[in-house]
């Protein structure tokens, strides 16, 4: 596989100025080489001083405001259409190619009586399996599973909700049904008629027909084609982070794209992905969100605490909150680990920050103590203390790293407790694979 972006295509096929493509195009050239020299995921020593930590800061916001500066007017508008990380379900994590129209109407039916929507919850998303035929003149049409898309639109809009579908740029998907190859602006108009509201484009078996290269221009025609529709889409790019898409995401129209490979019910799949994401924090923003994949708390195979860790590492992450459970059989332990408001809040945050991580400890991954930070609009702060170890274990703050100075007032946001912080100093215990979610604010600003 190709791993470099050809300089030339992305220029002019992104339509980009000159100087910002090849910004860019030198950008991913650069991260690339040091993919190379630094070989992925290897433990890092637990190094921080307190002036590495100010270095780091600093560095980010640097990058970030590098990043701010490059989305020009045109991505600006797009923040409209997600100005938060999206939030919904999404049947692939649970259903796989078991999903059809009944529990979709279903998932929606348990969506608005769990409580789910009015958490915020609103995209149904039909993930793979749903494509059947292409008639006569090249139209697709839902195979048996689904009858009309159309109808199933109607039923989920007149309760509030929307609904979005899937499909690959390649011939075919990646469970092997139609792709969009050659009837791109053909299925835009389709997914137009029915009244579809997201699209999760995926790559899939595109590498037959395109080179990797081509890849942000291939995404960048289907953007094109849902435009020309008229309709609001969001625009969800999934090619498992493969070409550096918080690069040129924005500039092919996408609102999410994903950073990695499919997530699984794994307490080692999801930490080792979210644990991952704290250096793409400079590219999230409103309506472009770096998306580490869909949610799967409550599909059993992880602890309650594992479980709130996915939720509360998804929400410092500013991540899409795509559930992928089956909703209609949830348990109460599971309602109350998605619809916790305070959790959402923090992902859902206008200031559209993702959060990064600020201090780790442990030689392994696997074993950290890690402590992350996300930026809350009116100058608070959400604190994640998280531990990836096999035991409980204490960890210790100093809020000067975080340039801050008690008295702060502070939220637990899984127990809602309020507490007033007065030394210079945080100390709390963990359990293993769990976390302690704090949002902290110094006391003279007024809390949102
Ligand atoms: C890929 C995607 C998954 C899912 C499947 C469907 O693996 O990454 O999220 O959409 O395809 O086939």
């Excluded at 619809?339 to 920050?353: E, H, M, P, S, Y």
Aim: glycine share 8%; aromatic share 10%; with cysteine.
């Amino acid at each position: 596989m190709q791993a470099e972006i050809s300089r030339p295509s992305v220029v002019s096929h992104l339509g980009l100025s000159s100087s910002a493509g090849w910004k860019l195009a030198a950008n991913s050239c650069f991260l690339a080489l040091v993919g190379l020299l630094v070989p992925a995921g290897r433990a890092q020593k637990p190094k921080y001083t307190p002036q590495q930590i100010a270095k780091y800061r600093a560095k980010m916001r640097a990058r970030r405001a590098k990043y701010e500066a490059q989305l020009h007017r045109r991505e600006r508008r797009e923040a409209a259409l997600a100005p938060t990380p999206p939030m919904g379900w999404n049947s692939w994590n649970h259903f796989a190619g078991r999903i059809n129209a009944r529990i979709v109407r279903q998932t929606a039916d348990a969506m608005v009586a769990s409580g789910m929507q009015a958490a915020g919850y609103k995209y149904i998303n039909i993930d793979d399996t749903w494509e059947g035929r292409r008639d006569a003149r090249g139209r697709i049409h839902p195979n048996a599973k689904f009858g009309s898309m159309k109808a199933l639109a109607g039923y989920l809009h007149s309760k509030g909700l929307k609904l979005g579908i899937y499909s690959s740029p390649g011939p075919k998907t990646c469970a092997g049904y139609a792709g969009s190859y050659r009837h791109v602006r053909q299925d835009a108009r389709s997914y137009a008629r029915w009244g579809i509201d997201y699209l999760k484009y995926d790559w899939c078996s595109a590498s037959q027909v395109y080179k990797l290269q081509q890849l942000p221009q291939v995404y960048l025609k289907m953007y094109r084609a849902l435009k020309a529709t008229g309709r609001s889409i969001v625009f969800s790019l999934c090619e498992y982070g493969w070409l550096n898409p918080w690069h040129f995401g924005p500039f092919v129209g996408g609102n999410l794209w994903r950073t990695t490979g499919d997530i699984n019910d794994t307490w080692k799949r999801m930490s080792q992905i979210g644990f991952s994401q704290s250096h793409l924090a400079p590219y999230a923003a409103p309506g472009h969100w770096n998306d580490p994949d869909m949610l799967e708390v409550g599909n059993g195979g992880m602890t309650e605490d594992e479980y709130r860790t996915h939720m509360s590492l998804w929400a410092m992450l500013a991540a899409p909150l795509i559930a992928g459970n089956d909703l209609r059989h949830m348990s109460a332990s599971t309602r109350a680990l998605l619809t916790n408001g305070d959790v959402i809040a923090v992902d859902q945050d206008r200031l559209g920050r993702q959060g990064y991580r600020i201090w780790r400890s442990g030689r392994h991954p696997q074993q950290d103590r890690e402590i992350w930070i996300k930026p809350l609009a009116g100058g608070a702060s959400a604190v994640a203390f998280f531990n990836r170890g096999p035991r409980p274990a204490s960890l210790t703050l100093f809020w000067s790293q975080l340039e801050l100075r008690p008295p702060l007032q502070a939220r637990n946001l899984w127990t809602h407790q309020n507490h007033s912080l007065l030394q210079p100093a945080y100390t709390v215990s963990v359990a293993s694979h769990g976390v302690v979610l704090l949002r902290v604010k110094p006391t003279s600003l007024v809390l949102h």
